[in-house]
């Protein structure tokens, strides 16, 4: 026998106990596998079972939770609903409250506290304005008087009706404009409501219709409180004032410091009718000395009618909010067909450049405005064209109010 023949002898042997060895253990394994799969067959089993025992109490539980609750509903389960609703308006409001905020004008995140901080702000400016205009005239302002004047309101009555008043201090025009007191005390105040107010407003009117009765030509003068004595403004404010009174208008002004100082100072130089419509603030203004004729106001309404009706043009020099109020007023009135020949001088072409530029290229691009809307407002630096506008504009009302007279007259 050759070495080969006993190598391949014994690789056949191996081969076949390895073969019986396999065929032993392949139960053993094909057993192992199928209890295994039992096993987890067996779990998955018991876990469906348990989440359908623990759904099927839950659904139990939820049903009796809701029989419950239905026979033990009170009889306001309408009130609950409302409630539920308001819960729902209030969760909606406070969404609204987290979106995304606008601006104001000076880049600040609108809030109700900015807003309340700025009209804060804004009277305390109003008043410093006012102080300012006064004493740059050399005068100490009533505010820091010691000892101020009674507050002064009506075109006669002298003295502010204390019994009435609240404190703090609110003008007549911020209780006209408040809210409902909602069924509060003053609610069954009659001296408190509006009913009563609308007689004072009419007695208001009344005073002022007779107080300015003999104004004839009159010429309103709008400006700056702060304005100096020492102001180029302030200086062309008094000779205009000057020159209506010399050409036969009075002056009409707020009755303040500043431009309306001015303009009240130019007509009593000139021998004229100087008059003065004040305001009641929340702080005492004060008249400038120059007045003639002092009409002392409550409500703006009232005091902006005096304007209109006893002034034959506006001249407007440059200042704030106010001026402007007086301003896009008086030209919507003409642009509505209110008043006619009326014209509305705007005083300091510098000051004024901006507006009218922002007017033609923003409002009228737009057709916000028409393009004849623009040639309502005329533009000047000279007191003498300013007058002599004024002069030609009243002949045209003579002669406007001549022909509508000849008219009616004809038609009766």
Known sequence: MTKASTTRRGATRTASRSAAGDERRAPARTTARAATRAAGASATSATKTAKTAKTAKTAKATKATKATAKRAAPAGAKQATRS??????????????????????????????????????????????????????????PTQ???????????????????????????????????????????????????????????????????????????????????GPDDPQYQAAAEVGRLLAEAGFDVITGAGPGIMEA??????????????????????????????????????????????????????FPGGFGTLDELFEAVTLIQTGKMYQFPVILFGRHYWAGLVRWLQTRVLQEGKISPGDLDLMLLTDDPREAVAAVVAAYGAQRQRAAEVGGDEARAD
């Open 263 to 316: 303009g009240n100072k130019g007509a009593r130089e000139g021998g004229g009718h100087s008059v003065g419509c004040n305001i009641e603030l929340p702080f005492e203004q004060g008249s400038n000395p120059y007045v003639d004729t002092l009409v002392n106001f409550r409500y703006f309404f009232v005091r902006k009618t005096m304007f209109i009706k006893y002034s034959v043009a506006f001249i407007i």
């Open 84 to 141: 539920a609703g308001e819960g729902a308006l209030s969760a909606a409001a406070r969404k609204a409250v987290g979106a995304a905020k606008p601006r104001t004008a000076s880049g600040k995140r609108a809030s109700p506290d900015v807003l309340a901080a700025a009209e804060q702000n804004a009277r305390e400016g109003l008043r410093e304005r006012t102080e300012e205009g006064h004493r740059k005239a050399g005068r100490t302002p």
């Open 145 to 227: 008087s010691a000892e101020p004047a009674a507050r002064q309101k009506g075109a006669t009555r002298v003295v502010i009706d204390e019994s009435i008043r609240d404190y703090p201090v609110m003008t007549e025009d911020e209780k006209l404009l408040a809210l409902p007191d909602g069924g509060g005390k003053q609610a069954f105040d009659f001296t408190r409501t509006d009913t009563w107010r609308v007689m004072r407003i009419m007695g208001e009117f009344i005073e002022g219709f007779d107080t300015l009765s003999k104004v004839r030509r009159g010429v309103t003068i709008f400006g700056s409180a702060r304005t």
